[in-house]
């Protein structure tokens, strides 16, 4: 049983995110059978990362989401109509910014059907800070797909921290940007990051929300994986109509605030941890990374781990 604990505890019972065994054991990986942990490791840095090879106990978000200890309190956030986390099997409590009504009437227009797994949400957040809605702390704070739509990252690393307790974990799925529709965009850079915190961005910037309306790759992760990407539309002109719809969108962000929900962030692996190092090491966030496990082939998705720590 994984005790909540404090960084040393968490680091003392988390799967590593390589593990020789697993690497070299694995039934897809036989031909690494002869190599010993020393050149299994160099072989994962030189090719097996590249090429989503399992090397560690964590190969699914389902071994990800086995990783809270039993009983263990647990804010899941933006859990929408299918959380990770089901009461009462475990002690786990909703927020999303949309009522547990909204949220079945979203869930039904999307599927054309009569939707049941829709949570009682316990926090419906509608823009203000975590500690103001939430009244009390959680050992484990649980994300999926959340935190790249953030438009302002450092908030809410702040909102996150508002709400663990001090021996606490934030787990979080993440797109891996290589993997999905952000395949040709650059990785989000610590610049970017800080701007927004700067600026204290309640939206995403304009420059985002075009990019997602009108030059993303495709979103299937298999084809990624073969190297087959796609157009990438950044290099092809406009045309016909979207002429009419990129002007009418530049003109709908000058005149409103409304929010578009977006990827304000893109991430992999590699850049995730050096973002985030920079973050705590800037002491923008008390968040720390402690976990990173990589993306496996023919997933969009890595898992990352993160613990209160001092710099």
């Known amino acids: 049983m994984v005790s909540k604990g404090s960084l040393g505890n968490w680091d003392d019972v988390l799967p590593v995110p390589f593990n020789y065994g697993i690497y070299v054991g694995h039934p897809e990986s036989q031909d690494l059978a002869v190599l010993d942990e020393g050149e299994a490791l160099r072989h994962y840095e030189d090719y097996g990362r590249t090429e989503g090879r399992a090397c560690s106990e964590i190969k699914s978000r389902m071994d990800f989401i086995g990783l809270p200890p039993p009983g263990a309190s647990i804010l899941e956030i933006g859990p929408f109509f299918s959380p990770a986390f089901r009461r009462p099997e475990a002690n786990v409590s909703y927020l999303d910014c949309l009522s547990t009504e909204a949220m079945k009437t ?123 990407h796609g157009a990438n539309r950044n290099l092809l002109p406009l045309e016909g109509e979207r002429h009419v719809s990129f002007l009418a969108e530049v003109e709908r962000y000058r005149a409103t605030d409304e929010y578009t929900d977006v990827h304000a962030w893109k991430f992999t692996p590699a850049s995730f941890r050096v973002l985030f190092e920079n973050l705590f090491n800037l002491k923008l966030t008390k968040l720390r990374v402690l976990r990173v496990y990589p993306t496996v082939k023919n997933s969009n998705e890595f898992y990352a781990v993160l613990v209160p720590g001092c710099a």
């Open 106 to 228: 979203r869930a039904e227009a999307l599927s054309n059907e009569v939707v049941d797994t829709v949570p009682e949400i316990d926090y419906v957040w509608t823009g203000q800070r975590y500690s103001e809605l939430v009244d009390r702390k959680f050992s484990v704070v649980y994300s999926s797909h959340n935190i790249e739509h953030q438009p302002c990252l450092v908030t809410h690393l702040r909102d996150l921290e508002s709400v663990l307790e001090e021996d606490g974990a934030v787990f979080l799925v993440v797109p891996d940007k290589r993997y999905c529709f952000d395949h040709f965009f650059p990785e989000t850079g610590l610049p970017e990051v800080v701007e927004a915190w700067v600026e204290q961005k309640k939206k995403h910037r304009l420059s985002d929300i075009l990019d997602h309306l009108f030059f993303t790759a495709h979103n299937d992760p298999v084809r990624h994986w073969l190297g087959d």
